[in-house]
């Protein structure tokens, strides 16, 4: 499996919905977003655009899912609904690659929400390309937890601010877990957003850190050292001596 992405543009995305139905079809039927959150990335770094809409789906949320993401009818009920941030939400996403945790779960719910507007709106794989960050944590880690909170752990993300699942919040996590998870290092930031961590969620060493040891050379360490420089002088030039 090829776990590094040619895309230029790719938005980290996470929904929240009503509930979820057990369901042997591609969509969970009889449930709605009430939560969109998407980060952009640009060749591997974040860009600090994001997008992020609360919804009313005009239905009632399952009390299961309102102790998931604490998301109440009471607070959707004044927040636009889907078909009124539908053409933002779609030019956001529109020729990126959606990079989710459980691709699927998402896309069927944005497919269903793009089926029910009038004119009906594109396939999600119409406008953009799908990459399911569960299926490369499968395949790097198999037999493993892999849900976000256990990949934060293995990679030493904070995630101390998840009590509650939060589309924008984990759309944030999951952009620092997949940029580390396929490559490394999410960005060169030498002033961190907060003590000890770097803006792109990797940990670095205080600066009031205790000052390593240095140990010296002995004068006998040195006089071998040269020897073997001249031993490597011979069979031509010693790059170490300039």
């Known amino acids: 499996m090829n776990i590094i992405s040619s895309a230029k543009r790719q938005i980290i995305l996470d929904t929240e919905t009503t509930g979820m ?19 952009e990335v640009v060749n591997r770094k974040l860009t600090g655009r994001h997008y992020h809409e609360y919804i009313n789906p005009l239905q009632p949320i399952d009390e299961e899912a309102i102790e998931v993401h604490g998301i109440t009818n009471e607070f959707v009920a004044d927040k636009p609904k889907f078909h009124q941030i539908a053409q933002s939400f779609i030019e956001f996403i529109d020729g ?23 004119p009906i709106g594109p396939k999600t794989a119409e406008i953009c390309q799908i990459l399911d960050s569960l299926a490369i944590a499968k395949y790097l880690h198999p037999g493993q937890k892999n849900n976000l909170d256990a990949l934060c752990k293995r990679y030493g993300i904070d995630n101390s601010r998840r009590d509650l699942h939060g589309a924008l919040l984990d759309a944030e996590i999951l952009a620092d877990v997949y940029l580390i998870m396929t ?3 999410t960005k060169f930031n030498l002033s961190s957003e907060k003590a000890g961590q770097e803006g792109g969620g990797i940990n670095r060493l205080p600066k009031d850190r205790a000052k390593l040891k240095v140990i010296s050379a002995s004068a006998d360490e040195l006089t071998r050292h040269e020897e073997r420089l001249d031993l490597v002088a011979k069979s031509g030039q010693c790059i170490w001596r300039g």
């Not at 779960?105 to 497919?111: A, G, R, T």
């Open 21 to 39: 139905n057990q369901s042997s079809g591609p969509i969970y039927l009889g449930h709605r977003i009430i939560e969109i959150g998407c980060v």
């Open 96 to 118: 990126a690659e959606i990079v989710a945790h459980n691709a699927n779960f998402d896309v069927s719910f944005m497919d269903h929400e793009f089926s029910m507007l009038q």
């Open 183 to 185: 490559g490394g290092q």
